[in-house]
């Protein structure tokens, strides 16, 4: 029994290995502004995100030079409510071979740019009004691309079932072993590079059959010894992922829930399979109740729970139930690592947004 609890301990404690509290520096200073800033904005029946970014853009203490919309083939509203907005709205041409649905969308929208700074929006993001500006200023005095992991804005119950993916991807983002790691990939919600490193890099074209587009699309800025810095959103930048329903959540946690964990340094992976393994550990003591160990397994699950409800302060709003009976949400990613198993695996492609993509040869159908 004291061997089950040291490890669980021993997961918990791997949990706070992970996750630093790594926000975008803040510099006081007034933003020199050296060169024009593009936002680009894919959007694929993102009729209920949109308006809350373009409102937020609208609210900026710096202004972009340019928005420019992509209406990757939208079956909504998205065109008419990005058009209400005076921004700039372009149809993407028909994906061609070759490309992934989003990489062509963004790809089209940096060709129709013109500002030498670019930032790479998604369509559910949600900026605080200074968030652009000290953005900027951080890239400024950094260099190279950075990339922000957003605090995950959530509504609804089905919404909040993604607590522990949303954890576990602060963690991969975060972690110190990741810091060296050559292939250290990008999150793709919220990008900020200069028109010189996205061209030197080939942009969106040199990984353009890639599901994961940003993991590999950070590789490409190393491989060109451009520096990649990754922070958390905190009360900059946030997101509401998957307002759509239930059945987009799982496809868009299903499509990378493998292949994302590839570009992982030993390291990281080691430490986040003991947290998950030390949280399902913990969470099995509803089997145990009439048992010896339920008590080490039950004061597991609450030592797991104070450390997620310490950890949603940096991730997300979850609400009060979820952090409590954090096992829902485990069940949910377990079932969901399946599916993605089975898709990487046995079928062989993975599905999004009514797009196909083989993951071996990785082919547009």
């Known amino acids: 029994m004291m061997g089950l609890f040291f490890f669980i301990i ?5 949990g706070f290995i992970l996750m630093k509290r790594k ?7 007034p933003y020199k502004e050296k060169g024009k800033l593009s936002i680009i904005i894919p959007a694929r029946n993102e009729e209920e995100n949109i ?4 409102d937020s853009l609208h609210a900026q203490t710096y202004h972009p030079y340019e928005i420019i919309v992509v209406n990757d083939g939208s079956s909504d509203q998205t065109k008419a409510v990005a058009e209400s907005y005076g921004v700039k709205v372009i149809d993407c041409p028909k994906l061609p071979q070759g490309w992934t649905g989003k990489t062509w969308a963004v790809w089209n929208g940096f060709l129709r740019s013109t500002g030498e700074l670019i930032a790479f929006l998604d369509a559910d993001i949600r900026l605080a009004p200074q968030a652009l500006e000290i953005l900027l200023k951080a890239r400024q005095k ?3 691309v950075l990339s922000i992991v957003p605090y995950h804005f959530t509504k609804k119950l089905y919404e909040r079932l993604a607590l522990v993916f949303n954890i ?4 991969a983002f975060t972690s110190p072993f990741e810091i060296k790691n050559p292939r250290k990939g990008l999150y793709g919600s919220c990008i900020l590079t200069t028109r010189e490193d996205y061209e030197k890099v080939k942009g969106h074209d040199s990984i353009k059959s890639e599901i994961l587009d940003d993991l ?3 590789a490409r800025f190393i491989e060109e010894g451009i520096a990649v810095h990754n922070y958390i959103g905190g009360d900059l930048v946030a997101f509401r992922m998957y307002p759509q329903g239930i059945k987009s959540e799982f496809q868009g946690f299903g499509k990378g829930a493998v292949l994302s964990t590839t570009s992982l340094r030993a390291p990281t992976l080691l430490f986040v399979v003991l947290w998950i393994l030390g949280l399902v550990v913990s969470e099995s003591f509803l089997f145990f109740l009439e048992t010896s160990f339920f008590l080490p397994l039950f004061i597991g699950y609450l ?4 450390q997620i409800v310490y950890f949603v302060k940096f991730v997300g709003r979850f609400g009060f139930i979820m952090p ?6 485990t069940l949910f990613f377990l079932i969901v690592i399946l599916y993605s198993v089975y898709q990487v695996v046995f079928l062989k492609e993975v599905t999004w947004k009514g797009r196909t993509v083989e993951v071996g040869r990785k082919r547009q159908l």
């Open 51 to 54: 308006a809350h970014l373009l």
């Open 23 to 29: 926000t975008v520096p803040i510099h006081w200073e």
């Open 168 to 171: 576990l991807g602060v963690f």
């Open 303 to 306: 030592l797991y729970m104070l």
């Open 324 to 329: 409590i009976f954090h096992i829902l949400s």
């Open 216 to 218: 590999n699309l950070g």
């Open 10 to 14: 021993l997961g918990c404690l791997s």
């Open 142 to 144: 950094s260099g190279g």
